[in-house]
T-cell receptor
Framework: SQQGEEDPQALSIQEGENATMNCSYK?????LQWYRQNSGRGLVHLIL?????REKHSGRLRVTLDTSKKSSSLLITASRAADTASYFC???????????FGGGTRLMVKP | DAGVIQSPRHEVTEMGQEVTLRCKPI?????LFWYRQTMMRGLELLIY????????DSGMPEDRFSAKMPNASFSTLKIQPSEPRDSAVYFC?????????????FGQGTRLTVV
């Protein structure tokens, strides 16, 4: 069963706009991670936020975590056509040894 | 390091045949995961190993699926007999241990088609 659920399932924006994706999960976590998957390829890790952190930045990526609401968001600023991909959130359980993924958000950035 | 290596990249087999998928994790990583990805069910965790020992196989769909990790540098996922509904992309991922599970490194996947 999936621990995380992303919202929206699909998102289409123009180049230069910001893209926001949300993730909700059900049980306590050790950390939450975001991954990207280009069509036909494996997943690539983007960013990890620990349960005691509230916000984290990496380049054009900004991730927030609200453990009281069991939710996270990924913001991609100034999007580019090359950002077109599927984005997944993944939660590591409290024992920190199991990683389960949500259903993903398909992002399309139009040039 | 070459990253996580999976083989084959593509496999087409007939229903009833045995299929073996292979994975070489990144050297030094303690955790190895097998995932299955389909349009309908998304990315499902099948089984994971820690230090070559299977820890949780609750995601394995049924007894037709089995996984082994005979040593730190090799794992297999076997389906016997295969069925059309097993068609999916199977990913292997490895991760180092530490203060909680960190980044998982994924292989390129094996696209399995059972006809």
């Amino acid at each position: 069963s999936q621990q995380g659920e992303e919202d929206p399932q699909a998102l289409s924006i123009q180049e230069g706009e910001n893209a926001t994706m949300n993730c909700s999960y059900k049980t306590s976590i050790n950390n939450l991670q975001w991954y990207r998957q280009n069509s036909g390829r494996g997943l690539v890790h983007l960013i990890l936020i620990r349960s005691n952190e509230r916000e984290k930045h990496s380049g054009r990526l900004r991730v927030t975590l609200d453990t009281s609401k069991k939710s996270s968001s990924l913001l991609i600023t100034a999007s580019r056509a090359a950002d077109t991909a599927s984005y997944f959130c993944a939660t590591a359980n409290n024992a920190g040894n199991m990683l389960t993924f949500g259903g993903g958000t398909r992002l399309m950035v139009k040039p | 390091d070459a990253g996580v290596i999976q083989s084959p990249r593509h496999e087409v087999t007939e229903m009833g045949q045995e299929v073996t998928l292979r994975c070489k994790p990144i050297s030094g990583h303690d955790y190895l995961f097998w995932y299955r990805q389909t349009m309908m069910r998304g990315l499902e965790l099948l089984i994971y190993f820690n230090n070559n020992v299977p820890i949780d196989d609750s995601g394995m769909p049924e007894d037709r699926f089995s996984a082994k990790m005979p040593n730190a540098s090799f794992s297999t996922l076997k389906i016997q007999p295969s069925e059309p509904r097993d068609s999916a992309v199977y990913f292997c991922a490895s991760s180092p241990s530490g203060q909680g599970l960190g980044e998982a490194f994924f292989g390129q996947g094996t696209r399995l088609t059972v006809v």
